[in-house]
């Protein structure tokens, strides 16, 4: 991890001070740059090469719907997502990508296959049970409908709704937060009225049992 953090902090600072030594490789800020080579050469520091991060700090992007990264790029692009890791990491990032990079960026982490979640359990058993539950059925009465209704049955994702099975169950509940309490992810309205009434508890058991799957 210090390693990693190493490299991630200087991905950040080139990209951010716009250095010429990268602008002028086959990294960030050339348009010929193909997207699987900046996917491989940049991307992979901190998602992994396949998209199968193994830092809770990193979403795994791997089998993610097309167009849900190519949503995602975008609105970090335009600065329309503006959660706080988001902008730190993804705003210089994604500050030249073309719209034809983030095309290609978006298809080729769609199409790697992900793996399982190497972290450990994120919850007891009874937890990843109570977090199950929430996902198919919802918290009927409290007006939290079954998360499986958009995300897929198992969790897989499809268009505009993330693949959620797999991921860190950290960075879940980061987002979770962040559409319950800001506006910070605005393509997210859905989800500002799915967790409004969701307790913490809620967010951790339902996160546990994702990142199991
Ligand atoms: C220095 C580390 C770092 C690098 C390099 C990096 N990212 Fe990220 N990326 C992050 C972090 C951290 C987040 C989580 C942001 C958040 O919490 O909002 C993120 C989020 C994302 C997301 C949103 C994921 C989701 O589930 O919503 C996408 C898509 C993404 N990155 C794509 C890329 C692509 C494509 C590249 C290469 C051009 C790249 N990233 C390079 C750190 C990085
Ligand atoms: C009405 C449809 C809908 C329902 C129901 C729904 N979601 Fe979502 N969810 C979305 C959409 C759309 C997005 C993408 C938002 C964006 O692009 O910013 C999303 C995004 C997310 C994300 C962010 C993933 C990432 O990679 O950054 C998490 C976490 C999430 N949903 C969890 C849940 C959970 C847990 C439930 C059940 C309690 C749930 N969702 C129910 C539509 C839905």
Not at 102 to 122: C, K, M, V
Request: net charge neutral; proline share 8%.
């Amino acid at each position: 991890m210090g390693r990693l953090a190493t490299i991630a902090g200087a991905v950040v600072v080139l990209a951010a001070a716009g250095c010429s030594d990268i602008e002028h490789s086959r990294t960030l800020g050339n348009p010929d740059v193909p997207a699987r080579t900046l996917a491989q050469q940049v991307c992979s520091n901190c998602h992994g090469i396949d998209g199968n991060s193994t830092s809770p700090n990193f979403p795994r992007l791997a089998g993610q719907p097309e167009e849900y990264l190519r949503i995602q790029l975008t609105g970090f692009r335009s600065h329309g997502r503006s959660d706080p890791a988001g902008f730190e990491y993804m705003w210089g990032l994604s500050h030249h990508l073309t719209d034809g990079q983030i095309e290609g960026l978006a298809s080729y982490f769609a199409a790697q296959a992900p793996t399982r979640n190497p972290d450990p359990p994120a919850g007891t058993p009874e937890q990843i049970r109570i977090g199950s539950d929430i996902f198919s059925h919802g918290v009927p009465g409290r007006n939290i409908p079954p998360c499986s209704g958009c995300h897929g049955d198992h969790g897989q994702g499809k268009g505009l709704f993330p693949r959620l099975a797999g991921q860190h169950a950290d960075y879940l509940v980061k987002q979770l937060t962040v559409f319950q309490q800001t506006h910070q992810r605005p393509a997210g309205v859905a989800m500002s009225a799915v967790t409004h009434e969701l307790t913490r508890e809620n967010m951790k058991n339902v996160a546990a049992f994702l990142q199991a799957q």
